[in-house]
């Protein structure tokens, strides 16, 4: 049944923000009088001066806001959505109506709670939410300097697995059908999670000197092109084989590359819940400065790609295009912490002693 919006009471008829979602998607907002009336003002400029409702604002925001340069991802999309609906059960009150006192409490429970690297992402969606109202008229003042993003800390890469760690987590699923093929993929090629679990088996493909990549699809929908050893495409030969799956490149390309245990698409949570239980059989633990047990998540094993390619030989624009990082900063940190680590420091000069 089309859904009929005539007035603001109305709006409590829309069976919850995905059904607005909708209409903002797709553009049928505009079909409907009171919408096209009340949103724009002499018929074209976006304004919610006379709609201050949060979920007309909050559907536009996400999913019609010409301030960002793509679409959201599935990823950001999920990450956007977790955000706000946990910064809108904080304020406890209608969006329109916040101001210094529950963006400052905001913000301080915020940067308690989290580390600084997630606390500055939840904190800069909020700034970017308070720009675009202030802009399209659903803010009376512009509050984005009532949020301070944290001081951005020396880079460091601390969530890296050594390589006797590696090994024993490689022992440990060694011959296993599903668990083997996932983790020496994630530890070889440095994908994401989100990369690994929509991998199709036409991503493999040939190069002109015989070798084989891999076709992976990163954020922004960025394409690059991974190299696969040939010890790992072994492994995942076996795996299709166990599976009956499709052995020949360029059979059947819209299989997954990797399956389940019942044959099916790979989860993202389902697998790092696996390789959680993997991390934890293989006895290893990480600890933070105030001794508080580390939870070891799979982009350790990106981070632990990057730094062996590194010190294997690998040179910083080659493991840049691996990971599919658009800025070599953020693959320069890597470099600078394998530097540091493998750098002698004074006491190794001390000699003639025996202690």
């Known amino acids: 049944m089309e859904l009929e919006i005539r007035n603001k009471n109305d709006l409590s008829n829309v069976n919850g923000i995905d059904e607005f979602i909708s209409l903002v998607k797709n553009g049928r907002w505009k079909e409907i009088h009171f919408l096209r009336q009340e949103l724009l003002s002499e018929g074209k400029y976006l304004t919610f001066e006379n709609l201050k409702e949060d979920i007309v604002f909050l559907s536009f925001f996400l999913y019609n806001n010409k301030q960002r340069e793509k679409d959201l991802t599935k990823g950001s999309e999920r990450t956007y959505l977790n955000d706000l609906r946990q910064f809108l059960s904080f304020i406890e009150m209608p969006l329109s109506e916040i101001g210094y006192v529950e963006l400052d409490a905001y913000q301080r429970w915020v940067e308690e709670k989290y580390a600084k690297s997630t606390a500055k992402k939840k904190l800069t969606l909020v700034r ?61 090629t440095g994908v994401r999670i989100s990369e690994l679990c929509k991998l199709k088996w036409g991503d493999v493909q040939p190069g002109l000197k015989g070798h084989l990549s891999v076709r992976v699809i990163g954020k922004g929908n960025k394409e690059r092109k991974v190299r696969l050893r040939q010890d790992l495409y072994g492994i995942i030969l076996q795996h299709r084989h166990f599976f009956g799956l499709s052995l020949s490149v360029g059979d059947q390309p819209e299989e997954p590359l990797f399956v389940n245990s019942q044959v099916n698409t790979l989860n993202d949570r389902v697998v790092r819940y696996m390789i959680e239980r993997v991390v934890k059989k293989a006895g290893i633990k990480k600890y933070k400065g105030n001794f508080e047990e580390q939870k070891i998540s799979p982009h350790w094993f990106r981070h632990s790609a990057a730094t062996f390619a590194l010190d294997g030989g690998a040179n910083i624009h080659e493991v840049q295009t691996m990971l599919g990082h658009s800025d070599i900063s953020t693959t320069q940190v890597y470099l600078h912490d394998l530097q540091e680590e493998k750098a002698k420091v004074a006491n190794d000069y001390i000699g003639g002693l025996q202690i």
């Open 128 to 188: 970017s939410l308070l720009k675009f109202g202030f802009e399209h008229q659903f803010f009376d003042r512009d509050m984005r300097n009532y949020i301070r993003l944290p001081k951005k800390e020396k880079a460091r890469v601390e969530r890296k697995l050594n390589y006797e760690e590696v090994q024993r987590i490689l022992d440990e699923v060694r011959g296993h059908p599903v668990k083997h093929p996932i983790i020496a993929f994630l530890l070889l």
